[in-house]
């Protein structure tokens, strides 16, 4: 079992940063591939950006790449969503989560532990 707990999320203006932490207990997340993944509200939840175990391999949603950066410290089993240069659309409640994969994936039927989310807002 894993437990995921997200935190880092808030209301910031449209051009601003936040970083988002998610920390992992239970097993080390070295075990587990790790996505962000975001809903919005009347929408679907989508991928956002996934770390291999290694944190060798990255992958991001188009919408996201040059602004965010996901990130892990396997020592401190945590992993990282950077946000920059944010934007009104990026407003949604942030997931963090674990699969067993090797490589990371996009669909998030395949993520085995959720976090409850945490709430970000960017206002224009």
């Known amino acids: 079992q894993v437990q995921l707990v997200e935190s880092g999320g808030g209301l910031v203006q449209a051009g601003g940063s936040l970083r988002l932490s998610c920390a992992a207990s239970g097993r080390t997340s070295g075990s587990y591939t790790m996505g962000w993944f975001r809903q919005a509200p009347g929408k679907e939840r989508e991928f956002v950006a996934g770390?291999?175990?290694?944190?060798?391999?990255?992958s991001y949603v188009d919408s996201v790449k040059g602004r965010f950066t996901i990130s892990r410290d396997n020592g401190k089993n945590t992993v990282y969503l950077q946000m920059n240069a944010l934007k009104p659309e990026d407003t949604a409640v942030y997931y963090c989560?674990?699969?067993?994969?090797?490589?990371?994936?996009?669909?998030?039927?395949?993520?085995?532990?959720w976090g409850q989310g945490t709430q970000v807002t960017v206002s224009s």
């Open positions: 989560a674990a699969d067993r994969s090797t490589v990371v994936r996009i669909d998030a039927e395949f993520y085995d532990y």
């Open positions: 770390i291999s175990r290694t944190g060798r391999s990255t």
